[in-house]
């Protein structure tokens, strides 16, 4: 049974991740920061989980108790851009510390293991249109973004200084059940809490690609399946851009599907670190085989659905 | 009286430039790593010295103790290509982690100061021949140029997103009385101790641009003294490339002054991270009205003098 690694399992993604490479049959040992007791762990396909930072100590202690993984996803890192601009030394060191940890690490006793790095379209910045190509200019605009560019930056310097076997993965706009955050988030808090409009921020011409989490886990996946080198560098996103503005009334519609919706609103100020555009050229994804699977319309009506039966949750 | 912290002070570049400013006139502080004698400090002009890590801690201490720095000189940071290579964590945490921790400091705490940040012509990389300006592709091919370039990365992000004052000065070959390693140590050390022929990594037609640590320090603080928004980023060279074949060639005809000259031998093989030509366009640092005053002839003199005297003390 192979083994894999997965940081950050206990986040949204990491989760989503695990279960899958569980469910494919891989033993899944998860490091990273989070409360996680052993039953509900398991039930996302983790069979080992430890609470802690990305270092040689919690690293040893993994591959004493679980063996030494054959992959390793490295998914722990910052995971928004306002907290990043917030507190950038908190996500320098989530982001850009957790990796340079975990490459040194790999450096001196996983020579041999495929590295998946979860990186982020925030390296592309600002100033694009279109599908953007992996060989775009890389103009980070936000210390969320420039902090995904330096563990890039690490990455590739390992691969090409040290032979480590290294692919990055730039993820999109990724969504699905278990996203506590973001846009659809805040839009259902919105809807559900609504008294008036309903507002938003930026101008709602912003264009994103969508990326269900189920289809992302697989790209991921994927990428852990192919020979490093054959890909080092992979958009995964759709190729196709949504407004925030189409969002918006698609989820108020799915939400208020018996009464007339009400109408959303936008601050016209953008949020800072927030660029306009960021839609994938995703021909080296499909080159590697991949397919879509989810359609944005479908994905948006089961997150309204999860949201009411599981929202409130923890 | 102005205040100037110096971080990296008990280095080599870091002790002229304290001796230079405490002559021009400021208060100086200190910190980095190194014990350092309060009586042997203060020769270098260095009011106040912690011995630490660059870290909200020590930065804290020394402002309540020393007062609020004016201008802050970051040299610290890894300072050798071999040693980054060998050990790429340690070189990671000296130069982006302390970058990292004095930016989010000054954010918080120095907003108005002016951040003068040393970073190297190893950031440029490999594939430059001619003299290289400000504006050429970044390609650092080692972890050490990798590092300066991550430092300066994350110093440009403060800037932008925080309103930092900051400029970057990419040092080139920097030398003088008091460095004990690299190319003009290693010749003294060897012609010292002369058995047979003498030896060098390399092919000897490296072409570096020799910088007299007495100019750079005055070219630092002219970077210190001019708003930091009118040089964000300034080459610190002479725009003269030099042999390694040159340099060992005068360095052995000024040791042997009174007998032959031994042959200096190449070992033919590239140093690892060693790029083949590093030779500074410098507009940007005349258009500051800085002239070069030491020429290279007269450096190497002095600089085998200064061995001969005082080399082998610690």
């Given at each position: 049974m192979k083994h894999v690694l997965v940081t950050g399992a206990h986040g949204f993604i990491g989760r989503h991740l695990s279960s899958h490479l569980?469910?494919?049959?891989?033993?899944?040992?998860?490091?990273?920061?989070?409360?996680?007791?052993?039953?509900?762990?398991?039930?996302?396909?983790?069979?080992?989980?430890?609470?802690?930072?990305?270092?040689?100590?919690?690293?040893?202690?993994?591959?004493?108790q679980a063996g030494t993984p054959d992959i390793v996803f490295h998914l722990a890192g910052g995971s928004s851009v306002g907290a990043a601009v917030q507190n950038p030394r908190e996500d320098f060191h989530r982001t850009v510390v957790s990796t340079a940890e975990l490459l040194d690490w790999m450096r001196q006793h996983l020579p041999l293991a495929k590295l998946i790095v979860a990186s982020s379209a925030a390296v592309y910045g600002a100033g694009h249109s279109g599908r953007i190509s992996e060989s775009a200019a890389l103009q980070p605009y936000s210390p969320y973004g420039r902090h995904k560019h330096m563990m890039e930056e690490l990455a590739t310097g390992y691969a090409s200084d040290y032979g480590l076997k290294i692919a990055i993965a730039r993820l999109f706009s990724v969504y699905g059940p278990g996203l506590r955050k973001q846009l659809l988030w805040d839009l259902c808090a919105k809807m559900e809490s609504q008294q008036g409009g309903i507002t938003l921020g930026g101008t709602g011409n912003e264009l994103r690609d969508w990326t269900h989490v189920s289809d992302v886990v697989r790209g991921l996946a994927t990428l852990g399946s192919v020979a490093a080198n054959s890909a080092p560098v992979v958009n995964i996103g759709t190729g196709t851009g949504t407004s925030v503005h189409q969002i918006a009334a698609q989820m108020t519609s799915e939400w208020f599907r018996d009464a007339p919706a009400p109408s959303v609103q936008f601050s016209g100020h953008a949020r800072p670190g927030d660029p306009f555009s960021l839609i994938a050229e995703n021909a080296s994804l499909t080159k590697l085989g991949f397919q879509w699977e989810h359609r944005l319309t479908d994905g948006l009506a089961d997150y309204v659905r999860w949201y009411r039966q599981n929202g409130r949750e923890t």
């Open positions: 569980a469910k494919s049959g891989f033993l899944v040992s998860g490091l990273g920061h989070g409360i996680w007791p052993e039953s509900e762990a398991s039930r996302w396909g983790v069979s080992q989980w430890i609470n802690g930072d990305i270092g040689p100590s919690n690293l040893g202690l993994l591959t004493r």
